[in-house]
């Protein structure tokens, strides 16, 4: 595994998106992520999960701030800006984090900015270029995320990258008034990637 490219996290170019080493030059485009109201996620959207946890946190203007600030500095995970290459637009973020050095795995999760980005292909381009990087030049082990059981649109978008169920953890996230299960997916740097 090679870290250093956590430390000098590059910018990864698709089709239609460029993933940008996150900082503070991307607070508006992303702001509109942390300031929805707790019910935004239940529209469908690829990264319904994240939004969902930044809705129900209640994130300041002030803490979005300081994270993107110290987002360049950090040499144990990844985080991007999902931008459009055609005209600029912060589209999501996109996030490498909990390295497991010993066993060379981390943790994938990307969201959405709102319904205007979702059904594009963001979400699966900003998956499928993550996930090249992770086994790639990263040189990963085991990738890993979570998604909402009942989120089909994100679960068809981690399928498509390659992406295999591995297990459920039942009622294992607050929602409201009530409880969702989660699933627990998982790609291997031996398992086929698809493109």
């Known amino acids: 595994?090679?870290?250093s490219q956590l430390e000098h996290q590059p910018t990864?170019?698709?089709?239609?998106?460029?993933?940008?080493?996150?900082?503070?030059?991307?607070f508006d485009g992303l702001w509109p992520m942390y300031a929805v109201s707790p019910t935004f996620g239940e529209q469908g959207?690829?990264?319904?999960?994240m939004v969902l946890q930044a809705a129900l946190a209640e994130f300041t203007r002030e803490q979005v701030r300081a994270g993107l600030a110290k987002a360049p500095g950090r040499h144990d995970r990844a985080d991007w800006a999902i931008v459009r290459r055609d005209c600029?637009?912060?589209?999501?973020?996109?996030?490498?984090?909990?390295?497991?050095?010993?066993?060379?795995?981390?943790?994938?999760?990307?969201a959405l900015v709102g319904p205007q980005a979702f059904d594009r292909g963001y979400g699966t381009e900003a998956t499928m270029l993550v996930r090249d990087f992770a086994f790639g030049p990263l040189g990963l082990h085991r990738l890993?995320?979570?998604?909402?059981?009942g989120n089909e649109r994100a679960r068809q978008v981690y399928r498509r990258a390659g992406f295999q169920q591995e297990g459920l953890r039942r009622q294992a996230r607050r929602l409201g008034e009530g409880w969702e299960d989660v699933l627990e997916m998982?790609?291997?740097?031996?398992d086929p990637r698809p493109q």
């Open 186 to 190: 998982a790609l291997i740097d031996s």
């Open 45 to 49: 959207g690829v990264g319904d999960d």
């Open 144 to 149: 890993t995320l979570q998604v909402a059981a």
């Open 12 to 26: 990864l170019l698709g089709r239609s998106v460029r993933l940008e080493p996150m900082g503070p030059e991307h």
């Open 1 to 3: 595994m090679d870290l």
């Open 88 to 110: 600029g637009e912060i589209v999501g973020e996109a996030v490498l984090f909990e390295l497991d050095d010993e066993h060379e795995s981390m943790e994938y999760r990307i």
